[in-house]
């Protein structure tokens, strides 16, 4: 069946069934002209994300199930790098008319299932016609200990989550039409493109335990990313090549796991600064995060990297840019500077 012949009113009604949940903080839920919801007793904090097909998506490509967890969850990471709870969400979906209703229903069951594990309620949103599908995903969540990107001093230590560079891969391994269940090397990576999963619970445990000075989300790629951080806090940072988080699998598809590493994005796990006298502590959540002391910040102003060989070289940041010409990843200095 296609969605022109179902409606709108036929597709609110279902979504209303389908997310009808009820928690003692939503007054009013999916049907009325907003929600009501009662805040807590933290600030509230509140993120949007776009996809759009053709542009951060494939249709052909990214199944509809992942597609509908990945497209809350990347705003659950924007949650996640603050240190703070996911509250509520809300949906925007621009639709084509002739998109057939079981690519939807698997969408939804993708996204409730993302709901689910980030204790989440979709409390509202709108629908529209489109020629391609638009997804637009607001979160609102809470906290009283946030962290910004802002807040690092010289000398601060810096740790990332996970690995980087796998998603990057999977990307590129699903344009060769390779596919989930088909290679065992493969699915690690194509389940990072496909499905990250945001790092919450590591958010806020580093926040309730008040351990990191800054943080900010892999989103657009690490030397991105850590350009944006030194930016904030008016720094600069050395890397160690030697000591990038990088997987088997990566290594196994890439000579050079590296520039994936660095560059890659879409990998949504935390880059956060530590003060010297808490890495006792933090080595302490190694059992159940996976947590790698990658460098440190500096008050050099320009983020530098270190080679096996001990040598120190300016980062080349070469991560996601929106609206940059395609053509010219880098900018054109050698030397990055953040002031």
């Known amino acids: 069946m296609r969605l022109e012949s179902l409606g709108e009113r036929e597709l609110i009604s279902a979504l209303r069934k389908e997310f009808s949940e009820s928690r003692k903080d939503v007054i009013l839920g999916i049907g009325d002209d907003t929600a009501v919801v009662r805040p807590g007793k933290g600030a509230l904090l509140l993120t949007k994300d776009l996809l759009l097909e053709g542009f951060h998506f494939i249709r052909s490509l990214h199944p509809p199930y992942f597609l509908g967890r990945k497209s809350l969850n990347v705003n659950l990471s924007d949650i996640a790098a603050m240190g703070c709870v996911p509250k509520f969400a809300l949906l925007g979906l621009g639709l084509p008319a002739d998109l057939d209703t079981a690519w939807l229903r698997e969408y939804f069951s993708g996204f409730k299932s993302a709901t689910k594990e980030g204790k989440v309620i979709l409390v509202g949103g709108d629908l529209s016609e489109s020629k391609k599908v638009f997804i637009s995903v607001t979160v609102i969540g809470e906290g009283k200990n946030i962290i910004q ?191």
């Open 149 to 339: 990107r802002k807040g690092a001093r010289a000398g601060h230590l810096l740790y990332v989550s996970g690995y980087l560079g796998d998603s990057k891969q999977g990307l590129l391994l699903l344009k060769q039409g390779i596919k989930p269940g088909k290679n065992r090397k493969a699915d690690p990576l194509l389940r990072a493109f496909l499905d990250p999963l945001p790092q919450v619970s590591l958010g806020q445990t580093l926040s309730r335990q008040k351990l990191v000075s800054s943080m900010i989300d892999v989103s657009d790629g690490l030397s991105v990313d850590l350009f944006h951080l030194c930016q904030e806090s008016r720094l600069g940072a050395e890397i160690d090549l030697e000591k990038l988080p990088i997987s088997p699998e990566l290594r196994y598809f890439q000579k050079n796991p590296r520039s994936f590493a660095l560059h890659g994005g879409e990998d949504y796990q935390l880059l956060f600064t530590v003060p010297p006298e808490n890495k006792g502590a933090l080595s302490r959540l190694q059992k159940k995060y996976m947590l790698t002391l990658i460098g440190k910040m500096t008050g050099r102003h320009d983020i530098l990297v270190i080679d096996q060989r001990g040598k120190r070289k300016p980062l080349e940041i070469k991560g996601y840019e929106h609206f940059r010409d395609k053509r010219r990843t880098a900018p054109r200095r050698k030397k990055i500077r953040i002031l």
